[in-house]
């Protein structure tokens, strides 16, 4: 068996190779048609009327369950005021993953670059902070950002800073621990302070970590639901996740048409810029997988 | 550099006070509230009443709920991470071979990723309400469809992240090592075993944490899919607790033990999952 096996002629195993491929392809092809289909189900039943939302989700829209654009319409202008809520996602998430960058990485910069016990200190509680659940300090968080009045979308930012320190603080510092020191003497003698080195020489070195922290940051502010949920003043600011959960609350009957048509207003934009930014987004997982 | 910035306060305040102000006020001070807060009976924070460890006690005498979320926990807990990881290898090792169309395919599969937990729930709610609407059930008719929802969202969500992190260390492994031993006569199954899947060690002890860690730590998806019903039976832990706290009047102090006793279970894990990749780093 084993010597037959080993003496096929190189072209028997090319075509072999060749039918293998091809049956790869369709097996996948089908796989993928099933992990998509969540995905097209929301963008059907987004033309149809909610009861038969929930009665046959499967169908495609027909004379009688069609409502065209009528739930995006309700999703809108008047059942969930959902553009509001998108652009508070937008605000929140643009303001915090900015704030997050700008300050993590240069506390990080300090933090490796001065050897005090408050630094060692506050590095270790950063790395502590990432095994910590929400749910450990989702109460007294929730009170103490009530007291600092810390509960509107344009504050909130400054409580991700706070919550979300500890995985930027660790990437950028793992970095920064292998960036020779070299560079920054040889600007510093050319007459740069901390500032001017850290800004012109360090931050552009770090580029990649701040493209993969900006990464992950963001799939993480932009989808959260809980932190955002708990701090934020609900009655006048709500996000994207908090929207679809509330309106599917027990009181009364569920907007499910509104309900899909802000569903793929949501999604929509997310998956076209995925296609973009494919490359970045899978070097960010890569990276914060790192962290353990 | 260390002196000019350790001796001018200047540069303290400016690279590192922001950060530290808000994680102090962020986690710092919560957290420290929460521990203190587990060991009192309260309603707001300013009638915090000093009961000792009776809210400790009250978890396993008043309530089975926390016992049933955290078996239920566990049992998901560990199932999800198997499975993910098989069927995330399996993909991986399919799409790493030369045929067409894997780059699409990889696109795919981790596109539920980008969604977030409530969306991912609210989809999955009505897909599978609408088969079991045929048999004339719901997600919520018992625990066990609860379960194999939440399954069925977290192997569609996770899959498409464990893979490309199986991709990566797959690509890690030397063509031309395969190669040698292919040439030694070994066999397809002898490769994977013997050569790809020691060397991919570290992305499946990474792959294993993470997809633990997660199925522990699930709460979003959990409310969605089915906010616990029927009667706790779908609840896990970290639903539990935030159920516990806002669901029962005069329960905070139980919810917030509660808290901590997650808080250590996931801690237990974390540094678990660290002495093993620090023993295999000794090798």
Redesign the interface.
């Known amino acids: 068996m084993e010597s037959t096996k080993k003496f096929k002629s190189a072209d028997e195993i090319k075509i072999k190779r060749h039918v293998s491929d091809y049956i790869f392809t369709i097996v996948f092809t089908i796989i993928c048609a099933f992990w998509v289909y969540p995905l097209i189900m929301v963008l059907i039943n987004s033309f149809k009327d909610k009861t038969h939302i929930t009665t046959n989700p499967f169908n495609l829209p027909n004379a009688e369950s069609s409502v065209q654009w009528q739930n995006y319409d309700q999703a809108v202008n008047t059942k969930m005021d959902f553009m509001s809520a998108l652009w508070n996602s937008l605000t929140i998430t643009v303001l915090s993953v900015a704030l997050i960058l700008l300050c993590t990485s240069m506390a990080a910069y300090f933090v490796v670059r001065v050897k005090a016990w408050y630094t060692t200190v506050f590095y270790y509680l950063c790395l502590f902070s990432m095994i910590v659940p929400f749910q450990m300090i989702m109460f007294p968080l929730s009170k103490v950002t009530d007291t600092l009045q810390l509960n509107t979308p344009t504050v909130i930012p400054f409580v991700y800073l706070g919550f979300g320190a500890g995985t930027a603080m660790f990437m950028f510092s793992n970095f920064l621990k292998s960036l020779p020191l070299e560079i920054e003497e040889a600007a510093m003698i050319d007459g740069c302070g901390p500032i001017k080195t850290f800004f012109s020489i360090v931050l552009p070195i770090m580029k990649p970590t701040v493209i993969s922290v900006g990464i992950l940051e963001t799939m993480w502010i932009w989808n959260d639901y809980l932190l955002p949920y708990l701090v934020l003043r609900i009655r006048y600011f709500k996000t994207v996740p908090i929207v679809i959960q509330y309106f599917q609350g027990s009181y009364g009957r569920v907007e499910w048409g509104a309900i899909m048509a802000s569903m793929v207003i949501t999604i929509t934009p997310i998956v076209i810029l995925y296609l973009f930014l494919q490359r970045y987004i899978i070097k960010g997982v890569l990276s914060g997988a790192v962290k353990g | ?2 002196k ?3 001796k001018n306060p200047l ?2 305040c ?3 006070l ?3 102000l ?10 420290g ?2 521990i203190y ?1 587990s060991f009192c009976k309260f309603n ?2 300013n009638d915090a009443k000093w009961v000792g460890i009776n809210n400790y006690l009250q978890i396993f005498q008043g309530d089975e709920t926390f016992t049933h979320a955290f078996w239920f926990t566990a049992l998901f807990a560990v199932i999800s991470t198997v499975a993910i990881n098989v069927i995330a290898f399996l993909v991986a090792v ?2 790493t ?6 780059n ?2 990889r ?13 991912l729930g ?3 709610k ?2 599978i ?2 088969l079991l ?1 045929s048999m004339k059930q719901t997600l919520t008719t018992n625990g066990t469809y609860g379960f194999i929802g939440l399954l069925i969202v977290m192997i ?1 969500q996770q899959v498409g ?1 464990m893979m ?2 199986y991709v ?1 260390g797959l690509q890690g492994v030397p063509d031309d090592l395969k190669e040698a031993a292919r040439i030694d ?1 070994a066999n397809d199954k002898e490769i994977l075993f013997q050569i790809t899947i020691p060397l991919v060690m570290p992305s499946i002890s ?2 294993t ?2 997809t633990l860690t997660n199925g522990f ?1 699930l ?2 998806q959990n ?2 899919l089915t906010g616990g019903e029927p009667m706790h039976q779908s609840e896990m832990l ?1 639903l539990n ?2 159920s516990t ?1 806002y669901d029962r009047v005069g329960w ?1 102090g139980v ?2 033990a509660k ?2 006793l ?2 250590l279970l ?2 237990l894990i ?1 540094i678990i ?2 002495k093993i ?1 620090q023993s295999k780093e000794a090798d």
Request: aromatic share 20%; net charge positive; proline share 3%.
């Open positions: 550099m260390e000019i910035m350790k540069y303290f400016l690279f590192l922001p950060t530290l808000a994680f102090m006020i962020g986690f710092v001070v919560p957290f509230m929460g807060l707001t924070m399919a799409l071979r030369n045929f067409g169309g894997t699409l395919f696109t795919i599969f981790f596109m539920p990723n980008l969604l977030g937990g409530v969306l609210t989809i999955w009505i897909l309400n609408g609407l569609w992240y490309i992190i990566a006569g990474m792959c944490f993470l730590k709460f979003d409310l969605t970290a607790i935030y706290f905070k919810g917030q808290a901590v997650f808080f996931v801690g974390a999952q660290l990749t």
